[in-house]
């Protein structure tokens, strides 16, 4: 080896050297944090953290350093938080502390803070206020919107009519029917479902999410200030949504052009008077980047979340035929052949409502939760955590908790009822999240669920290409959400 070549190899390993006794003197110095692997320097803990299965990574690491420990993801340090109680000390006991949103550079640099679901401090507090607000007035929970997803439901059972039993994949099925409850309150208006601009989006909607839980997304979260100036599949996710975004800015464009302010059709309607009201004020958040933003943070959430529960939903109805038979039976003895289900249905139909609830529990759409950060430097569980400091609530964990869930790998409705067959809630499940940063649309996703599932159950039965034990229900992809399989299923009226 050449002298040159052999002092360069040197300097090397004294300058990885001095860069982790750096990490851990940081560590120290920043706070008193849960236990963890040690972090390699530039790629941190990646060789425990696998990029096609976090989940799993993560949980194997719950199984060595406990149900709280740290991680370093590339550079980026992060908490994570395992198991209902821990989970729920978190971000219920301690919410506003751990109220902030942490950071998900895959789709920060279209974001940038803005919006309701990405915002942080009072930009939140006023934005979320808002939209609660509105989102009730429009019919969160009342009749109202109970009726337009009953007209969905049937608008999706003429479109099933239509498949004549023949094998078909249900994705955008479903997504235009779901798509249609939210587009409802945030545009004021339903898409035919043979509008092409419509399916183009949903198809970006589907893709967006597919793309947020592919390994690419995973080595952007943790490499963003390099993988930013690097062409490659990782900036798809970026360009699909500012597709999405100039769909909703012309949207808002249209809205302004006929703006009645004493009638006010739907939520941007409400978005742009609030703006007026507030023209004036220096704090206001009321500007059009964040009715952008939140406009199409309803419209992607009210979206893909159910329509993908239910996609997955049908699947393990198929897997397990019994189910879908008891589920039937108390369709028709509740609610009968030829009276549209109601919401009010759901308290004298302890079984549906139990296979629904299991349904959310085993499809877990977003194992990983949605990141936290700590707001100020915040005592938890004997540690300390700097403020900044990014959290994963793992949902997953909570959702798959066998302190509360007796068997949480297998699919049984009776994990939410009793011993005399009445549905019994469980604390630990927490599917839209909990605390301060629950979902904002959980009133109308669980009115949706039930609606929809109750409607196409209610005229027909499953059918699946393959024999029930033949079926995988096993996620695509997962990631940051788990994504259905792509199947296809036959319907046959009853």
Known sequence: MELGDALTVFLSLCVACLLITSAWKRMHKEGRLPPGPTPLPFIGNLLQVKTKEPIKSFLALRDKYGPIFTVYLGPRRVVVLCGHEMVKEALVEQGEEFSGRGELASIDRNFKGFGVAFANGERWRQLRRFSLTTLRNFGMGKRSIEERIQEEAQYLLEEFRKTRGMPFDPTFFLSRTVSNVIS???F????DYGDKTFLSL???????FIEMSTPWAQLYDMYSCVMQYLPGRHNRIYYLIEDLKDFIAEKVKANQASLDPNNPRDFIDCFL???EKEKGNPSSEFNMKNLILTALNLFFAGTETVSSTLRHGFLFLMKYPEVEERVHQEIDQVIGRNRIPATEDRMNMPYTDAVIHEIQRVTNIVPLGVPHTVIRDTLFRGFLLPKGTNVYPLLGSVLNDPKYFSNPDKFNPGHFLDEKGRFKKNEAFVPFSSGK???LGEAMARMELFLYFTTVLQSFSL?????????DVSPQISGFGNIPPIYELCLVAR
């Open 273 to 275: 008077i609030q703006m």
């Open 188 to 191: 004021g208006r339903r898409f």
């Open 202 to 208: 949903l198809r970006m909607i589907n893709e967006s």
């Open 184 to 186: 409802s309150v945030v």
């Open 463 to 471: 059918k699946s290409l393959v024999p029930p034990k033949d079926i």
């Open 437 to 439: 940063r629950v979902c």
